[in-house]
């Protein structure tokens, strides 16, 4: 479960201040797919990357599975990502030196676990979602679409508590987005495993259980009670 | 190594390698074998000079160890007892006692003269001590009874044509010519020029040599010398066997071979010790910027990838371990490379070796001196490497990840 209290950013531009979070307060239950949207700017990213410890609130409580983690260091946050949380990019972010089976693998890897069971992990992770004939292909060889399942397999590898896709689908078309999110979908109910996606495309919310909707740093709780009437902040 | 750290610092070095650009692999390689040669080439060759400067110093100037008068005296007195006395100290294998004296020697042919230092010595004696009887370019070697005769070293022997001459000399003399010697006593005598010797060492080709005998005729000599030459079992056991012969109770000055030389070339050799050293700094210079540039492109290439490994949880420390392993890597190979080239040039310079005043030079590699050019090396490369990796593995993951 992940807890959110007043979670504030400001970034600092020189002398001048943009805060992209005002103060948001959210909770995302286990087993959960959800949905951050909002127009651009409104801050989606910026709360992904609070809540997955990518960047560091200026202000607020993170809590994830009841630990605090927003007064973490970096060493331990570094450690935490590894071991509780997997990630999914919209440029797919994967490591050009290493082939597919590589970039699945190094999550794994870095826990210490033996070479040959690392590999192994990777290529049943890479067989879900359909790239097992592509394991010793370099990243450059393979589609948009592949780049971003091998990006999903490699979120997937140390089987993390929660998954944060930052607009996966955004640099895909329409069919290759539906495989994405078809999968994200089966990881969700097959596994239980909780999702937190930023996406703006209308049409991915038919995927989601749930939407948390941001406008200017802040929860725009108007459209939340119009799309999620039961839902309580 | 639990928590994978260094598994993973490794298995990235070994794929960025093998996947990275070759040609930007082949040419850090390349500079760092260059810094490796340029560091140690200077020393071979002063190695090479020190070497042969040491050899003729000790087989045709002073033998291992050489006695010279008191503080204060001329000459050795009772010196053919002393010679005696010192062939029974052990581990002595020859002595040969020297009696010098100026002299102007003059070719009868032409006229030309020089001054010079004449020695005379026992030739049989002196076979024991240096090698001038192996160096015979023209004629023979002195023998024990020869009078009227003379040595000469190529050098002051000379050229008709002056030109060719490398040091004033007496203007051509070859083996049968007659030259004469005018003593500071004022006696003059005639010489047949026995022998032509080559040492190839500027100042010991610009000698002469008569035999004791000869001397005896010219000045009473009262079985004096001014200096008697040693030689014992090797160049490094001349201190101890200058020890023995102080201990026998000779009472003359004792130095070793490297005593006397120290002042000749010492400060030539502490010149091209100071030069390599400036060398050395500015070769170790150049390679800390060569992997400073190269890592600190290659980091800045990877600046986006770094921030995915730090998202994705890979520590910093892993993956500065990585970028230093590849630091590794480069210098190792271009050691290995370095050092070939080096043993490549010390070969070429074997077959054709350079040539110095003292004579041809081959180079002489010290492998201590690599060794702390190497580790120096790697010092300078691992620092140079860790700082670029170092600053953008601790820059903020989404700063990094913008590329």
Redesign the interface.
Known sequence: MIEGSGIKKVYRLGLVEVAALKGVTIRIDRGEFVGIMGPSGSGKSTLL?QLGL??TPTGGKIYIDGMDVSGLD??ER??F???H?G?V?QDY??????NVL?NVA??A?????P?AGCYASAASVLGKVGLSDRLSH?VYELSGGEQQRVSIA??LV?SPSIVFADEPCANLDTENSRIVLELFRSLNRDLGQTIVMVSHEAWHREYFDRIIFIRDGLLDEDRLRQENPACTI | MGDGRYPVSLYLAVRAIRRGNRGTLALTILIIALVVVLMNFLSMIIGGVVMIYNQQMIDYQYGHVTIEPKEKELYIENSDGLVRSLTRIPGVTGVSAHLSTGATITNSKNGKFQTKSLTAFDPGDETTVTRYHLRIMEGDFLSKGDTGQILIGSLLAGNEDEAEDKVPSLGGVRVGDMVSVAYGNGEVKSYRVKGIFETEGVLIDSSAFITRREMDSVMPTEDRATEILVRGTSAADAGRLKYAIMNYGVEEKVRTWNEKGKGILGDAIASFSLLNTIMTFVCLVVASVVVFIVTFINIINRRKQIGILKAIGIRRQAIVGSYLLQVLFLCSCGVIAGILILNGIAMVLTVFPLRFPMGYITPVIDYSGILLSIVLLFAVSLVSGYIPAWRVANEEILNAMRG
């Open positions: 990357h990518l960047d970096d060493e570094t450690r990502r590894l071991k949380l990630y990019f972010a994967l490591v050009s030196e290493l590589e190094i999550p890897i870095m826990q210490g676990k070479l370099l490699r979120a140390n």
